[in-house]
C-alpha cells in the first residue's frame, strides 16, 4: 500500500478518481477531493476524502459546501480548482494512498503530486458547518 508520494494533510485538494460504491474500483472520470483525515500506518497512509463536483452548483445540500470564484477568489485560488466546486460530506471515503486512486493532475501546480491545492482558512467555518450537518456531530 506504498505510494510514490508524501501522505498529504487535512486540508489538501487532490485529484482523484472517486470510486464506483460500494466497490473500491477507481472510477472512471477525475475529479476534486478534500482531505478530511489521514491515519499513516506502517505499510502506507489511509486518506479519508469528500468528493466535489462543478454540478448542480446552484443548490447546496445539508452537508455540502461550495468554493466560488465569484465570491471568494482568494480561496478559488488556494484551491488549485478549475471551476467552482461544491463538496459534499454525506459520503466520506477511506482509500489507500496509492496511484490507483490519486494522480497528477493536468495543471501540476504541486510538481509531480496529486494536490491540487488547499482549503483557505476563509473556508473552514462553511467547511466545518458541512461536516456537522452531514455527520450531526
Keep these: 500500500m506504498t505510494s510514490l508520494w508524501k501522505p498529504p494533510v487535512v486540508g489538501d485538494i487532490l485529484w482523484w478518481y472517486f470510486p464506483e460504491l460500494p466497490e473500491l474500483d477507481p472510477g472512471p472520470n477525475p475529479r476534486p477531493a478534500l482531505v478530511v483525515r489521514v491515519t499513516v500506518k506502517n505499510d502506507g497512509a489511509v486518506v479519508a476524502v469528500v468528493y466535489g463536483t462543478s454540478q448542480r452548483l446552484d443548490r447546496l445540500s445539508s452537508g455540502e459546501f461550495a468554493i466560488r470564484k465569484a465570491q471568494n477568489p482568494a480561496a478559488f485560488a488556494l484551491a488549485g480548482l478549475s471551476f467552482d466546486t461544491k463538496f459534499n460530506f454525506k459520503q466520506i471515503v477511506e482509500l489507500p494512498w496509492t496511484d490507483s486512486f490519486f494522480k497528477v ?17 476563509s473556508m473552514m467555518h462553511a467547511a466545518g458547518a458541512a461536516y456537522l450537518a452531514a455527520t450531526g456531530g
Design 105 to 121: 493532475p493536468p495543471k501540476a501546480a504541486h510538481g509531480q503530486s496529486p494536490k491540487l491545492g488547499t482549503l483557505h482558512p
